[in-house]
Nanobody, 123 residues
Framework: VQLQASGGGLVQARGSLRLSCAASRRAFSSFVKGWFRQVPGKGREFVANINYRGDSTYYADSVKGRFTISRDNAKNTLYLQMDSLKPEDTAVYYC?????????????????WGQGTLVTVSS
């Protein structure tokens, strides 16, 4: 399965963006899916994840209350609504599938990383 993230761009602080992550096929459709982000020189940082039914979500403290993760299983698509953006949210955002049990924020438990989409927040 391949994941394709899109929706990134340049936005001013306090603005909004909506990221999408489309899966090439329905494999792993019942798995937890998540978003991570990465800035040059640093490791991937967990942002949020969501279970299959969409009734259980988990967020990093840095984005809690500003970002909302959701999914449309019929469309094999994962979303990340980002509001009240801050310059420190600038990063390449990646989607991935959680294939093993364990800590939600552990990127080693995720596979099938998409190519990422760049989000730049200007001050």
């Amino acid at each position: 399965v391949q994941l394709q993230a899109s929706g990134g761009g340049l936005v001013q602080a306090r603005g909004s963006l909506r990221l999408s992550c489309a899966a090439s096929r329905r494999a792993f459709s019942s798995f937890v899916k998540g978003w991570f982000r990465q800035v040059p020189g640093k490791g991937r940082e967990f942002v949020a994840n969501i279970n299959y039914r969409g009734d259980s979500t988990y967020y990093a403290d840095s984005v809690k209350g500003r970002f909302t993760i959701s999914r449309d299983n019929a469309k094999n698509t994962l979303y990340l609504q980002m509001d009240s953006l801050k310059p420190e949210d600038t990063a390449v955002y990646y989607c991935a599938i959680k294939v093993a049990s364990g800590t939600s924020s552990d990127d080693a438990l995720y596979r099938y990383w998409g190519q990422g989409t760049l989000v730049t927040v200007s001050s």
